[in-house]
């Protein structure tokens, strides 16, 4: 089985990964056309990055420049695309009228690693997906305003950042304590927001219970890679199928149920390679198993804005096959040469 790579030539550019249910999918956009591909554990997944990475523009709308934009950009941007993107977006607090509902929700995303956030209710759980939350509860609805005055109430009072870096979250991923902790953790800080209600806690933000969701196994992190399994990258553009289901054992720990990736890919070149099986994916995170038995991160964000070919062993690529910069997860050394 392999993942869907669009055959170049048709001006198809890669959007990134989106999580709009709980199976990773690759979303690809030619001007204001959108298509998705879904991706599926266990399968192939190869690509070679062709020419320069464009910007890709914002919220829909092609770069008016056709800018270039540096390949270790994670936003994908030029400045002016980057200025819109931001103007337009909940964070940047420019849309006090929205009459959607919005959730507060308490996040972790390992030991020491949690936040307080929110997010419009008709999407459910799908930013926590996004940006690779380990567990979750929410902690209210309400009006957009009532939810970031909550937010901001929370962050100062029990002290969590406004956000993670990608870089700490994937650092600790393939060290996850077993559920029963993970668990415990967001009850503990979930019992600390609770008992803020009525210090500064809005009137109009509703408490809903506490609800532990555990998305390890939606991330695949508790698989372990088949090391002997030839990962075949043939990826031509057939689309990925489900992701299979499957729990971490109870009390058992990721570190126990998967190898923990030790190199990101740092950014894409001209004729560069990633080919592996894709074992594990969180956020924009996807995890790739290749000829050594270990295991590379592959930020997806990196890749938007390219034009990605299919790569098959009749192009000279076998099923592992990574021809690209990469970094030490945790330690942020950068390899000499391509790998």
């Not at 009228?97 to 008709?122: C, N, Q, S």
């Not at 990826?235 to 990925?240: E, H, I, K, M, R």
């Not at 690209?324 to 330690?331: A, R």
Request: proline share 6%; with cysteine.
């Amino acid at each position: 089985m392999t993942c869907a790579v669009r055959e170049s030539g048709g001006g198809w550019r890669c959007a990134g990964v989106r999580w709009p249910r709980e199976v990773p999918e690759l979303g690809w956009s030619r001007g204001g056309d959108r298509r998705v591909s879904v991706l599926a554990y266990g399968a192939g997944l190869g690509f070679r990055a062709v020419g320069e990475r464009h910007c890709v523009g914002a919220r829909g709308n092609v770069c008016p420049l056709g800018a270039v934009v540096l390949g270790r950009s994670t936003g994908g941007r030029c400045a002016e695309c980057a200025r819109l993107d931001r103007a337009h977006s909940v964070a940047a607090d420019t849309m006090a009228d929205d009459p959607r509902t919005y959730r507060v929700y308490l996040a972790w995303f390992g030991p020491g690693m949690v936040k307080v956030g929110i997010t419009g209710e008709e999407r459910g759980a799908a930013r926590l997906r996004e940006q690779g939350a380990v567990a979750f509860s929410w902690l209210g609805r309400g009006p957009l305003m009532a939810a970031r005055r909550t937010e901001e109430v929370l962050r100062a009072a029990l002290g969590v950042p406004d956000r993670i870096p990608y870089a700490k979250k994937r650092a600790v991923r393939g060290q996850l304590p077993g559920p029963e902790e993970r668990a415990g953790a967001v009850a503990e800080l979930y019992a600390r927001a609770a008992a803020l209600e009525g210090r500064g806690w809005p009137e109009s933000l509703e408490r809903l219970p506490l609800e532990v969701v555990d998305q390890v196994g939606v991330f695949g992190l508790d698989r372990a890679p088949d090391a002997d399994a030839d990962a075949d990258a043939d990826a031509d553009p057939a689309p990925g199928r489900s992701v299979r289901e499957g729990g971490t054992a109870p009390g058992r720990s990721v570190r126990e149920s998967a190898p923990a990736p030790v190199r990101a890919v740092r950014e894409l070149v001209d004729g560069g390679v990633v080919a592996g099986r894709l074992v594990a994916a969180a956020g924009p995170d996807l995890h790739l198993a290749v000829a050594d038995g270990g295991v590379v991160v592959l930020d997806t964000r990196l890749i938007t804005g390219w034009d990605l070919t299919a790569v098959t062993r009749a192009t000279g690529v076998t099923g592992s096959d990574v021809r690209v910069p990469l970094i030490d997860i945790g330690g942020g050394g950068v390899q000499g040469g391509l790998f």
